[in-house]
């Protein structure tokens, strides 16, 4: 099996900080909370499906992909002032403040395209206190974590080449505008989906017959639920 690893700091800072963890091992509360079918007894008698969001495995894979990177402390954030965020950690975090938050000078990304209308100008900067290394051909994707419940941390992308390099640094945020509290220690602030590098070559297939796509769509919509899932879906792992 393909491994990635997380390296701490330090064993002051792996003393605090949660570790990283399966994205499976977090299944956000909106999900746990969404009924898997509506109102079957209205639907099901007209050949209707009444399946919800619950049961697409798609949306599920996604969500589960990978690794969660976790808050390393509860972390106050004040984005009330238009002009900058301020924030604290706890008391007992002050000696680690300076290298675990900052923030980039604005002119590093002076043209990127932020909604300034939902998110602050600052783009906030935080220290996850573990690096990430991949075996030999594989890079990893950072990026905000998929279909968590709410927050006001955005996480920028990015595609690193953990083989090559492992991972250091903050993780670059975009925190909403006007948003005042505690981000609690162990939110998720972003998702890891490792992954083998390979080159790839795009082709437009128009001698592609419709009718083989038409034949696998009327396939999972043969049944009821878990079309998808009951025939074409593969369990993914990630441990």
Sequence with gaps: MNKIKFYPFSEKTQAFAPEPIPSSRLVPKWYRDQPGSIDDAKFLPMGNVSSTVKRCMPVF??????????????????????????????????????????????????????????????LFRIMPFYSVGTEDGYSCIFMNPVHKDASPFYAMGAFVDTDKFISDGHLSFLVRKNFKGVI??????????????????????KDYSPALIQQQRVDVRSTFQNGYKLKHWVKKTFK
């Design 61 to 122: 894979d996604y969500m589960t992909a990978g690794y969660l990177i976790l808050s390393p402390c509860d972390i106050y954030i004040d984005a009330t002032n238009p002009e900058k965020i301020e924030w604290s950690v706890p008391i007992t975090l002050k000696q680690f403040a300076g290298d675990m938050i900052s923030k980039h000078d604005v002119l590093q990304y002076s043209h990127y395209p932020i909604d300034k209308e939902l998110y602050h100008k600052d």
């Design 184 to 205: 609690k220690q162990g939110t998720p602030l972003a998702q890891i989906f490792p992954f083998k590098r390979e080159d790839w070559e795009m082709e437009i297939d």
